[in-house]
């Protein structure tokens, strides 16, 4: 293309338009790529991120770092991630960043090569349900870290709803085809506790009903949700 053009524009993409909250750990990839696109000579670049919603899978990191590397493409990427880390999150600062780290090892291991863009996350090999369950102890132990800091409890609470959110959708998803036709194989101790974290999720989304969760309409999901709260317990 520089054969022929004296300017490469180039539009990339960097948020799953397909579910917001899950996990799509690519800031790795976006610095690679960013890396690659100064080495090769292009000066004009446009990341898209998430626009619809205020709190998809850690867009304000991928913000940070794209806005750090297009301004000097070889800063240590490691550094600007703790440091991103630790302004938004303080002393839960940590424990965000064994979540984080967790995650992208978990989708290292994917070998199903399968799109992500507009992917809906679930029900991925490389990461099963029990890893989001793991992953709720870190969430819980970031909160009692940052206890009585209001803003960072704000932040802490939104990386805690991403891995809710998921949890419950899976949740919600699996259980509702138990309780439609094998009830009597339900533990009410596990359906209670469910529900609980359904109804964190959907106290979230009542709070803020201009959130988006994928890009077509996130009331699919919602309807799930209430499904499986009004379904009965055994």
């Known amino acids: 293309w520089f054969g022929i053009a004296k ?38 670049m446009l990341e898209q991120g998430a626009g619809q919603p205020s709190h998809a899978w850690f867009a304000d990191l991928k913000s940070y770092v794209i806005s750090e590397l297009e301004w000097n493409p070889d800063q240590d990427l490691d550094s600007l991630i703790n440091r991103f880390m630790s302004a938004v999150y303080g002393k839960g ?5 064994r979540y984080y780290d967790a995650c992208c090892k978990a989708y290292e291991r994917d070998e199903s090569k399968e799109p992500m863009i507009f992917n809906p996350g679930l029900g991925r090999a490389a990461v099963p349900d029990s890893f989001y369950e793991e992953m709720a102890g870190l969430w819980a132990q970031a909160a009692a870290a940052v206890k009585g800091d209001p803003v960072r409890e704000e932040n802490v609470r939104w990386g805690t709803f991403w891995n809710d959110y998921t949890r419950a959708l899976l949740a919600a998803r699996k259980a509702g085809v138990f309780i439609s036709r094998h009830p009597e194989m339900l533990d009410p101790v596990r359906v209670a506790e469910t529900k609980r974290m359904v109804n964190r999720v959907m106290d979230v989304v009542r709070q803020n009903p201009r959130e988006c969760f994928y890009e077509a309409d996130s009331k699919n999901d919602m309807r799930e949700f209430e499904r499986y709260l009004s379904a009965g317990t055994p």
């Open 93 to 97: 600062a940590p424990f965000v960043r």
């Open 7 to 44: 300017h490469i524009y180039i539009w990339d993409y960097t948020v799953n338009f397909g579910n917001f909250p899950d996990i799509y750990p690519n800031v790795r990839t976006i610095a690679e790529n960013l890396r690659f696109f100064h080495r090769s000579g292009v000066r004009h």
